[in-house]
């Protein structure tokens, strides 16, 4: 009962062994159903099933790792008690002025007090003193 008056397709045709008949979903041609295969997608971190029964020649893709997710290693444990070197703070001034016309005059405002004054380096606290912190 084959021939090219039969559309058997791509299909294997047996009397003594019969099998079930599929459509790929892609390309539409007959196959046995045993030699078409789920095509599968990267979703996440995980492969997922598209429920595309395809056929192994031409039709099933090759899973894009594009679309597979970063999986980022977690953070490295912090360092127990540590003790950071003790640098100097520089405190900015924020006071943006034009210069003054002649040099050792202060800004000052209509009271006479001076705007500007001197940056001094702030010390930061030892950490070492318990007392300083509760």
């Not at 979703?43 to 790792?65: E, F, H, I, M, Y």
């Not at 490295?76 to 050792?104: K, M």
């Amino acid at each position: 009962m084959t021939g090219p008056f039969h559309p058997t397709g791509r299909a294997r045709v047996s009397r003594r062994s019969p099998q079930a008949h599929a459509i790929c979903d892609l390309c539409g041609f007959r196959y046995l159903r045993s030699d078409l295969v789920w095509q599968y997608q990267w979703s996440g971190a995980k492969l997922q099933n598209l429920r595309l029964l395809v056929c192994t020649r031409t039709c099933q893709d090759v899973p894009q790792a594009q679309l597979k997710s970063i999986i980022i290693p977690p953070d490295p444990l912090p360092v127990l008690n540590p003790r950071p070197e003790q640098y100097a703070v520089e405190v900015p001034s924020f006071i943006a002025t034009e210069a003054p016309p002649f040099e050792g005059s202060d800004i000052t405002t209509e009271s006479g007090d001076n705007l500007i004054w001197e940056i001094e380096d702030t010390p930061l606290p030892d950490p070492n003193n318990p007392v300083l912190y509760p």
